[in-house]
């Protein structure tokens, strides 16, 4: 009796010992601590101004005190129910965002102004920041975000960290920081200098505005043609090797080339492009579908690109060349985004790590 | 029997690289998700195919999600493929037509032959657009999701696109659990390394697209098919057409909730996948087409991963037979060094790659799961071989492939 008991305490013991590691997993299936599904959201639609609308919910029951400021003239102050603070300007009164003694010149309020604001040069607004009237900032001043009703103005040298949204122009004076979403329901205008990722809007441009009128180096093609958004209607054709168009050429399908791809100066393709390495674009070429490169892109000067543009590595695009049309917007993206002055896009232009505009000697 | 066995070993060894080699690129290398930002464009008219066979269940909150996705309305065309439903199925569809006129046009079909790809075939008839995408009933499409699938299509070389399945019913039991965290691994890992290294992400066949001309040069859907979707994977790469995944495009899925259920999905899934090998493999290994040597090689792994498991069971039985004959090259070294060297670090792969994907999506807590994954191999071995074994069967029993539609269990109208 006793060796069976000690045979069996022995078996007992063994399994125990491997069901040891095994714990974890009984307790987790027990307590079920992580059985949700994984957080797909079903309602993220992508839209740029995703985080301006949260914003706009959350500040407000801020519109209806800021329309008495605005009436009194006044100013007024106080707690959200979330702890943050805000300061309301029912008139262009910049005095009281700085507390006395703030050396640092940060200002921790989220401020909402009903009139037309023209800040101080240098300032740091840690919270957001709502204008229902035209935003002129300083220069060097650094804003978390910004939604406006009308315009936004940012004066030389200052930084966006998360987010902008205007009803209205945003221009952006030279050498700005712009990170994370800028977005206008109307114009962007980035001038050089500046640094920027996801800009979004009927029509952004780059540069002084004497740069913005479209020279008219790059006729447009087929214009009884009806452009090809997707491209292989026309059929495409697929090179093996690199491929250089010559100028001037007139191309009817889609290309995908293995190699690297040279579009020569003045050449037209009716249908979309995709390039397997480099891709060259001469200057007033045009492309009435979209541009690929699986590396690197170069879009020469004065080019006029109908469809998406993508390059999975770096693009430069040289001044006077536009993409997409006041009626058919499109996106260009790259990781890494060179533009100079006079480019004009009508859409997104999405650098996901870093965009340039640069001034070309 | 010592070489068969040392072959086995070589093949499982290819394998347990290829898990590591996928895992660590989607742990410290560079992510490809090249169309993803395309969020402004002039979007194309797109046919939206939605298969549906008794699915009475679920074919209303894919037809509601549909009409609720941010895409250009008059650009986007939903065709339900009721393939020859004895259930509320049409009923239920043709409310939807009524309800949203012009953007819902059904295909009913009473007959005919059996099988998504048939259904699918025979709906073509209703498809003109360039851009058709593929939901199966049970899916949940999000807002943003049909827009993310289109994008890749404004790339020429792009022939087909595939989503990422994210099943919806986790918590249900054991096996939902298991398959999240197999699906974790196989599209969070598997099919997003298959993206970044350039090699052949594989089409699912839901929350997917293909691009019309590029259907009608491979042929159209193959209806002999069990799986259609990779026999469509194959014959696009054949044909120099590439299928991208997009890893962010992500749509929720019911899982099986029954080990039966299970168990027939997986037979089908591997009957149609040693179907696309039998067709496909050594063409795409040795023939003249367009794919490149990386594409051939991990096409082929690919096609292949089903034949593992009855290969796996093989190298067991003659490790046994090695083993009692008293073979032991070395005096038992090499099979003491090989045994332990597996148990370390090959068997771990899979595991490892589940893992990484747990890590991948932020979960915490179903990693504890992992052990219990053995459950799950188990019965898939078993399974997979009983199909390879099966069809291997075939000519001689004279049994027909059939279509087994996966059974749902979602209890909400």
């Not at chain 1, 069976?4 to 305490?9: E, F, H, K, N, Q």
């Not at chain 1, 200098?193 to 952004?204: N, S």
């Not at chain 2, 390394?193 to 009608?216: D, E, F, I, K």
């Not at chain 2, 890893?247 to 299970?262: D, K, L």
Request: charged letters at 20%; hydrophobic letters at 45%; aromatic letters at 8%.
């Amino acid at each position: 009796m006793t060796a069976v008991l000690a045979t069996a305490g022995l078996f007992v013991l063994t399994g125990a010992t491997f069901l040891l590691p095994l714990i974890p997993a009984f307790v987790e299936f027990h307590f079920k601590r992580d059985a949700q599904a994984l957080n797909v959201i079903q309602q993220y639609a992508g839209d740029i101004r995703h985080f301006s609308f949260g914003f706009r919910s959350y500040a407000a029951d801020l519109l209806g005190p800021l329309k008495e400021c605005v009436a009194s003239a006044g100013t007024a102050s106080g707690t959200l129910p979330h702890g943050d603070r805000y300061l309301l300007l029912g008139r262009p009164d910049t005095a009281q965002l700085l507390s006395p003694g703030n050396s640092e010149k940060t200002c921790d309020l989220i401020i909402a102004a009903g009139t037309e604001l023209t800040l101080p040069d240098g300032i740091t607004f840690a919270k957001e920041m709502y204008a229902s009237r035209n935003l002129i900032g300083g220069e060097n001043c650094t804003y978390r975000a910004i939604l406006a009703d009308a315009g936004i103005r940012l004066r030389r040298a200052s930084k966006v960290i998360r987010w902008a949204h205007a009803a209205e122009d945003i221009h952006a004076e030279q050498d700005c920081d712009l990170y994370g979403r800028v977005s206008s329901d109307r114009k962007i205008t980035l001038e050089s200098g500046c640094f920027f990722q996801r800009l979004h809007a009927p029509h952004i441009s780059f540069g002084p505005a004497s740069l913005s009128a479209l020279p008219n180096a790059a006729p447009r093609v087929g214009a009884s043609a009806e452009p090809f958004s997707i491209s292989v209607a026309a059929g495409r054709r697929l090179v093996d090797e690199d491929l250089e168009i010559p100028a001037g050429e007139i191309v009817r399908s889609s290309i995908v080339t293995r190699g690297s791809l040279r579009i020569g100066a003045g050449a037209q393709i009716l249908g979309s492009v995709k390039s397997n390495h480099h891709m060259a674009i001469d200057s007033g070429a045009v492309i009435a579908g979209s541009l690929i490169s699986a590396t690197t892109m170069h879009i020469g000067a004065n080019c006029q690109i109908t469809g998406p543009v993508i390059a999975e590595q770096e693009m430069t695009i040289e001044s006077g060349s536009r993409f997409g049309t006041a009626e058919k917007s499109t996106t260009v993206s790259a990781p890494v985004i060179e533009v100079a002055e006079g480019v004009q896009a009508f859409g997104t232009i999405w650098a996901r790590y870093e965009g340039y505009v640069v001034t070309r000697k | 029997m010592i070489y068969c066995l040392f072959a086995i070993v070589a093949v499982i060894s290819l394998y347990t690289a290829r898990h590591y080699w996928f895992t660590l690129n989607r742990l410290f290398g560079f992510q490809r998700h090249p169309y993803i930002d395309t969020d402004t464009a002039d979007w194309p008219q797109v046919t939206i195919l939605v298969a549906a066979h008794n699915e009475e269940k679920v074919i209303s909150h894919i037809l509601a999600a549909l009409m609720g996705v941010n895409y250009p309305p008059e650009k986007m065309l939903v065709v339900p493929v009721n393939d020859r439903s004895t259930d509320r199925t049409r009923e239920i569809i043709d409310r939807f037509c009524e309800d949203h006129p012009g953007r819902i046009r059904p295909f009913h079909r009473s007959a005919g032959k059996g099988g998504k790809a048939a259904a699918l075939k025979d709906a073509m008839e209703l498809v003109d657009t360039e851009v058709i995408l593929i939901f199966d009933a049970d899916y949940i499409p999000g807002t943003g999701l049909i827009k993310q699938l289109v994008a890749p299509f404004f790339d020429p070389e792009v022939g087909g696109v595939m989503g990422r399945v994210v099943p919806l019913n986790v918590g249900t039991n054991l096996l939902t659990r298991l398959l999240d965290l197999e699906r974790s691994g196989g599209y969070q890992v598997d099919q997003q390394a298959r993206m970044n290294l350039r090699l052949v992400p594989q089409h699912g066949g839901t929350v997917a697209g293909v691009r019309l001309s590029a259907l009608r040069e491979i042929g159209g859907w193959n209806d002999n098919s069990l799986t259609e979707d990779t026999d469509l994977t194959y014959r696009l790469l054949l044909h120099g057409w590439k299928t991208v995944y997009q890893n962010r495009s992500e749509c929720y899925e019911e899982v099986p909730e029954t080990w039966h259920v299970r168990v027939k999905q997986i037979m089908r899934w591997a009957k149609g996948h040693n179907q696309a090998l039998a067709s496909y493999g050594l063409h795409l290994l040795f023939g003249r087409h367009r794919a490149t040597l990386r594409e051939r090689i991990d096409g082929f792994l690919l096609l292949g991963v089903y034949i593992m498991a009855p290969v796996t069971l093989l190298g067991w039985l003659l490790a046994l037979g090695v083993f009692y004959e008293g073979i032991a090259p070395l005096h038992g070294v090499i099979a003491l060094l090989s045994i332990t060297a597996y148990s370390a670090v090959g068997n771990f792969a899979a595991f490892f790659e589940i893992a990484a994907a747990a890590r991948l999506d932020y979960t915490r807590q179903r990693i504890c799961l992992l052990p219990f994954l053995i459950l799950g191999f188990g019965v898939s071995i078993f399974s997979v071989s009983r199909a390879f074994i099966s069809q291997l069967m075939a000519p001689l029993t004279g049994a027909q492939f059939h279509w087994d539609k996966t059974e749902r269990f979602r209890t909400t109208p």
